[in-house]
């Protein structure tokens, strides 16, 4: 399972929703450890498909008595695991698929397809030929201190207590501000 349990958490999703009637108790079989997991450390920065599961479970206990999720190995003969994971393998081959695709995959698609074509307009303008080296350049992010980040951050937002830093180089008569002679945070 990848980085992101979109398949399988939705195919939970799908069942929470359309099959959870009013005041009785469901047991939801799982292979997928990784939606289990994901549901117990689940937190504002969790990947969007394991907030529309827990969603959906949220809203599904509003209207039964229980619903417990329980993990169970897969193959080892359960009757009703085997046949979702049969229907699951047809799916795949089906024509009539539903095409989910989590907003993760979304986004990293959307940001492939941007950079493809501002590669493309790079390349087909006048200044490619004339800006070789640029072509090499390694535009990712620096590898910077976290001393020199701070700083940089702090330069950045206006945090930076300038005043300070000159005064103890000696450029500055004064650590306090100009205005209000009252210290620099």
Known sequence: MGEHPNGEGFAIALAVRNFIGENKDYLILT???????????LNFQSPKSSLFLARSIFNAL????????IYTPAHVEIAENERAYSLAKQALISPNICEWISPEDARSACFKIIRQKQNMEWENSKYHDKFRWLNDFNFKKLNLSRRNEVLI????SKTLP??????????????NCF???????
């Open 31 to 41: 292979d997928s450890l990784s939606n289990l997991t994901a549901l117990q450390n």
């Open 62 to 69: 509003k209207l039964c008595s229980s619903l417990e999720l």
């Open 153 to 156: 951050f702090r330069l950045v």
């Open 162 to 175: 300038l005043n300070g830093i000159l005064h103890k180089c000696r450029l500055m008569g004064s650590p």
């Open 179 to 185: 205005h209000c002679q009252v210290p620099e945070t």
